[in-house]
């Protein structure tokens, strides 16, 4: 039996980084411009905003960066995905208050989580994005994003999995690589990579050169074009 033809929207992408010390890396994002929209670092979990794009950092949480979605129709992406063969990694779990949780595994070996509670739920049908109360609230600067970048040698097969998840696909502008989109979500897909990369690009006026004078002052090493941040995440920094 095939998957229901239904229209699927997995809601705000928004990707976790697995930290050994989440001050350190909080303050290397915050270091790039980004800024804390949420979390509690005080028990080692924080949400950051760079533009139109939502990062999340975990110390303790999680064992792994992950592909992250919060707001989607959980139960019908558990479902889909039992009727597609697919394993769950966590299986599909609904609370008493309504929060509903699943991992699932990709066949390059990225983790997908997807959770979400029923406020969060409703906000994203109505098309707003959930902040904390006293924080800086959405959206950003359409203009800036950070685009993560998956490493495959089958970017075409890749996209080909993807799409039951609802996710439009097509090649990308440099050769070997293609990109995923659905709402907030533009994922990069590259075959000429060995592993994942974070891509910030900085399309404000100035905002690149900023950083950039942030990162000497900080002795951070700059000529190879790739920065690692405290977990050894490979960080590109464009103004494309």
Not at 18 to 24: I, Q
């Amino acid at each position: 039996m095939g998957a229901p033809d239904i229209d699927i929207r997995l809601g705000w992408f928004c990707p976790n980084i697995c930290c050994a010390e989440l001050s350190l890396a909080l303050a290397f994002y915050e270091l790039l411009g980004f800024e804390r929209i949420g979390g509690r670092p005080e028990e080692n979990w924080a949400t950051l905003r760079f533009g139109s794009t939502e990062l999340h950092l975990f110390q303790g949480y999680i064992r792994e960066n992950l592909l992250h979605w919060r707001g989607g129709d959980i139960a019908v992406i558990a479902e889909l995905a039992t009727l597609r063969g697919i394993e769950a990694e966590t299986a599909f779990a609904l609370d008493e208050e309504g929060a509903q949780t699943l991992t699932l595994r990709d066949p390059a070996g990225n983790g997908i989580f997807f959770n979400t509670f029923p406020l969060e739920r409703r906000m994203f049908l109505e098309g707003v994005p959930y902040t904390e109360r006293g924080l800086p609230a959405w959206p950003g600067s359409a203009a800036d994003r950070m685009t993560w970048v998956l490493a495959t040698p089958d970017p075409r097969g890749l996209c080909d999995w993807y799409g039951w998840l609802g996710l439009e696909s097509g090649e990308g502008s440099d050769p070997g690589t293609w990109e995923l989109r659905q709402d907030n979500t533009l994922i990069l897909i590259d075959s000429g990579m060995t592993h994942n990369r974070i891509l910030v690009s900085y399309r404000t006026p100035g905002a690149l050169q900023d950083c950039l004078l942030r990162l000497e002052a900080r002795g951070h090493d700059i000529d190879s074009g790739v920065l690692r941040d405290p977990d050894g995440n490979e960080i590109v920094l464009s103004d494309q």
